[in-house]
């Protein structure tokens, strides 16, 4: 039958024929099913039965007069599109077509129970699902359709909605031609979703374009909700590198979603005259995951397949039967936006000022934007939107395009990653917050704003207009034989540096991810029955929803912050320091107070490693253990290691590396190493003693400068005195890396100083560093100052002190000295 195909007889070769959808959809079921993908049965009615019915019903000519008069401004968009739809919906199908329509469901309903079967009926146009244009969800879709005259109607509302307002702006963009795009329908099988749950993946981040994750938004009921951005879901990340390592479960991040709506069939008894329906979800839903994890890791697995067979990053929808608990691809497009970004260059924004943040949510994009807002609370406002405002609203859906392309930044109250929202802001380049939850009530009509996005995942509405600066870094630079790496202390940051050229993570800082994300002290957690303020108790039990032992709750969140640092740089090292809070910022935790003495020098007190084997702290740091263990050992990034700071004697340090122990933390087993922060004057004079005990030095400049010279760094009256480069830190650090390479230990340095001074970058390079970590927005050039350094050292035949064979064989060969002067050149 030329008007049918079913999905088993057609693949990504017959586009013209089928549309994009229908073409993945038949791929899918050729090639993947056999690799374990799961796609519901389904058929296509041609994109030739498209033009059959227009011809047979003489549209063509009406239908181009219609769209002339946009054209030449006599007549509006929106009149123009209702006109055309009208016509269509109007249409008669040929008796060969409604015929063929009729026995392709018959036979689809024949290989299950229901006489009539409950099927999707989806818009696939010629134009759609492509590389360069996604046209996300520019045509309709209905849900729940029964019986072959309810078919027959929706593929007649399908063909209608090829004309919407948003699908003639669409194209217009997009330079493709109206009555040149045709439209296929697909009629596919529905997943009983309704009684379980839906999303949408994505085979790359879609902010940074790190193409080593997978995404994965979920909520329950059917997957409209997230798509169309009704629904705050919940999000998963997967690494991907990890997926087929046996007994290990990479998942690095995870957030609950509020999930208030879900999206069902009707039930008779409802007031809804819909084939589906939105209702409230129970406290218990918005409470709990959607997936657990063997489900992620199951769909994780199906996008890397899918991705590997289309052999480009990949946008897929997916759905949970909830009779059968099978999960299913229902459809599959080419990712469009981070794809096709440049590599080579890194564009960053920061803000320079600062001021009250008044609402927050998840960032879509990487920029900043200013503006004045206007709250548009329904489409029928949208009239009233100035150009170049910021919008605010309760969601966007494709009708909304047109104003939004004239944004400058975009603000909804729901949504998640992959809401239509979302996706839109991403393709037109403009910030977006999204899932903000009351941002129409907070935010004012015609206040000025800044909307930030360039803080990692979650986004920012600060109150009034921001300076901010934005760079662009050229990512071409020579390689070094001193590794560069990162300071990082956000998770939510982490992806946004995956391009960088580093060597990894010379200093993963755990107490960011305490204090911003965790913000409650752990002795709390361990003995939560025992507060005594019902205050803090109760905000406790608010952070901990959902946890029934409160330890975990800082155990998997300190765990996931861990394990999206280490994933951005993956198998590069990430050395993440164990806590180093003072007493005082201790303290600030919620329920610190009643853990923590006052003390008059918290710089020089109760900090660092005599705090791990203190009964004031030891179970406290067991859950700092656990997580790392969990890391490593359940999520299987064995890149992390670990470095104990301020850590003042010999003695501390066998009593410490003990107390890891105790906590399965071996130093050497399973690949672990441990490092010591050189900050204390003890740690270079005993170096050769604390080399034999650790794996290597990470020099912290400001606390050793201060300690060696006896000043605060802290005080302004001193300020001049504190200086790194001072003879007595650079003899210090040179005795260090002398003794220490002798032992076959490394040393590396991540204070900001070889940032700040090149000489003392310099000195570092000429005193045989092995590495240099810097934070983020200064590595590029430091890099290339040190290539630089290296390079002429070589023309100069000035060497550089070398390390012991025994310490460089831990470091990446160095280039024969012929390249090196090669990159100098064609640098």
């Not at 329908?185 to 379980?196: A, E, K, N, Y």
């Not at 909700?225 to 629904?231: F, K, P, S």
């Not at 640092?565 to 201790?586: C, G, L, Q």
């Not at 501390?652 to 441990?674: H, I, K, P, Q, S």
Request: glycine share 8%.
């Amino acid at each position: 039958m030329a008007d049918i195909r079913w999905y088993t007889d057609v693949g990504s070769e017959h586009l013209e024929e089928v549309g994009g959808k229908n073409a993945s959809l038949g791929e899918m079921t050729r090639t993947l099913i056999e690799q374990g993908v799961r796609v519901p049965r389904g058929f296509a009615l041609t994109a030739s039965a498209y033009r059959d019915f227009i011809e047979y019903n003489q549209f063509a000519p009406e239908i181009r007069a219609h769209l002339e008069d946009i054209d030449s401004g006599f007549r509006t968009l929106a009149d123009v599109g209702a006109s055309i739809r009208k016509l269509i919906l109007s249409g008669a199908f040929p008796n060969r077509i409604q015929q063929s329509l009729n026995e392709a469901y018959a036979a689809l309903s024949a290989n299950y129970e229901p006489d009539h079967l409950d099927v999707a009926v989806r818009s696939s146009a010629t134009a759609e699902d492509l590389p360069e244009a996604s046209f996300a969800g520019q045509q309709e879709t209905f849900l729940n359709v029964r019986g072959p005259d309810a078919v027959l109607e929706a593929c007649r509302k399908c063909y209608a909605s090829l004309f919407t307002d948003r699908a003639i702006v669409y194209r217009a963009r997009q330079g493709f031609d109206h009555l040149e795009v045709a439209l296929s329908v697909g009629i596919q099988r529905m997943v009983r979703s309704d009684l379980g749950s839906a999303g949408v993946c994505f085979s790359i981040d879609t902010e940074t374009g790190f193409p080593d994750v997978v995404i994965i938004s979920a909520a329950w009921g059917l997957g409209e909700t997230v798509v169309q951005g009704t629904v705050t879901p919940d999000q998963y990340s997967v690494f991907k590198p990890l997926l087929n390592e046996p007994g290990v479960s990479p998942i690095v991040d995870r957030t609950l979603g509020s999930k208030e709506r879900k999206m069902i069939y009707r039930n008779r008894d409802e007031e809804c005259d819909q084939p589906v329906c939105e209702v409230d979800t129970s406290e218990a839903e918005r409470n709990s995951y959607v997936l657990s994890d063997e489900d992620v890791l199951e769909l994780a697995r199906y996008v890397v397949t899918i991705e590997d067979h289309y052999q480009r990053p990949m946008d897929i929808e997916w759905a949970k039967d909830g009779k059968t608990g099978e999960l299913f691809i229902v459809q599959a497009r080419p990712e469009t936006v981070q794809s096709r970004s440049d590599t080579s260059v890194l564009k960053t924004y920061d803000l320079v000022g600062t001021s009250d943040r008044l609402v927050t949510g998840i960032s879509v994009g990487q920029s900043i934007a200013t503006g004045r807002v206007c709250v548009i609370k329904d489409p029928s406002e949208i009239d009233r939107f100035v150009d170049g405002a910021i919008l605010v609203t309760e969601m966007t859906d494709p009708d909304w395009v047109p104003v939004m392309e004239r944004a400058s930044g975009i603000v909804t109250n729901s949504g998640g990653r992959t809401c239509h929202a979302a996706i839109v802001s991403r393709e037109l380049g403009t910030p977006a917050v999204v899932g903000c939850g009351d941002a129409t009530e907070l935010l004012e009509a015609g206040q000025e704003v800044t909307l930030s996005c360039a803080e990692g995942e979650v986004g920012y509405i600060y109150d009034g207009f921001l300076e901010f600066e934005e760079t662009e870094v050229d990512l071409d630079v020579p390689e070094t034989k001193t590794d560069m790496m990162l300071n990082i202390g956000s998770p939510a940051a982490a992806f946004r540096w995956w391009r960088l050229p580093s060597k990894g993570v010379g200093l993963a800082r755990m107490e960011f991810i305490i204090s911003n994300h965790i913000q409650i002290h752990p002795m709390a957690l361990v003995k939560y029955d025992e507060l005594e303020d019902e205050g803090v108790k109760a905000t406790i039990a608010e952070l901990t929803r959902g946890y029934e032992d409160k330890t975990r709750y800082f155990v998997d969140h300190l765990a996931r912050g861990v394990a999206k640092i280490a994933a951005a740089s993956y198998p590069h090292p990430v050395i993440v320091r164990m806590s180093d809070f003072k007493t005082n910022e201790y303290a600030d935790l919620i329920g610190g107070a009643k853990f923590e003495t006052p003390e008059n020098n918290p710089m020089l007190g109760f900090r660092g490693a005599s705090r791990y084997y203190s009964d004031r702290y030891r179970e406290g740091f067991a859950l700092e253990c656990e997580a790392i263990r969990c890391v490593r050992e359940e999520i299987g990034l064995k890149n992390v290691l670990i470095m104990i700071p301020f850590c003042r004697t010999i003695e501390e340090a066998d009593r410490v590396l003990a107390t890891l122990a105790d906590n399965g933390l071996v130093r050497g087993e399973d690949g672990l190493e441990v490092y010591v922060m050189a900050e204390v004057p003890s740690n270079i004079i005993l170096a050769d003693q604390f080399a034999e005990r650790f794996d290597g030095f990470s020099i912290g400049s400001n606390d050793l400068t201060q300690l060696i010279l006896g000043v605060d760094r802290d005080s302004a009256a001193l300020a001049e005195l504190f200086d790194e480069r001072n003879e007595a830190v650079k003899r210090a650090i040179t005795d260090l890396i002398e003794r220490a390479h002798a032992k076959g230990c490394k040393v590396g340095i991540c204070g900001q100083a070889p940032s700040d001074h090149a000489d003392f970058a310099e000195f570092l390079v000429e005193a045989g560093i092995d590495s240099m970590s810097l934070n983020p927005d200064s590595l590029v050039g430091v890099k290339r100052r040190i290539a630089a350094m290296e390079a002429q050292a070589v023309l100069d035949e000035t060497p550089v002190r070398p390390a012991t064979d025994a310490a460089r064989h831990r470091r990446p060969r160095v280039a024969p000295r012929s390249q090196e002067i090669e990159h100098v050149v064609t640098g």
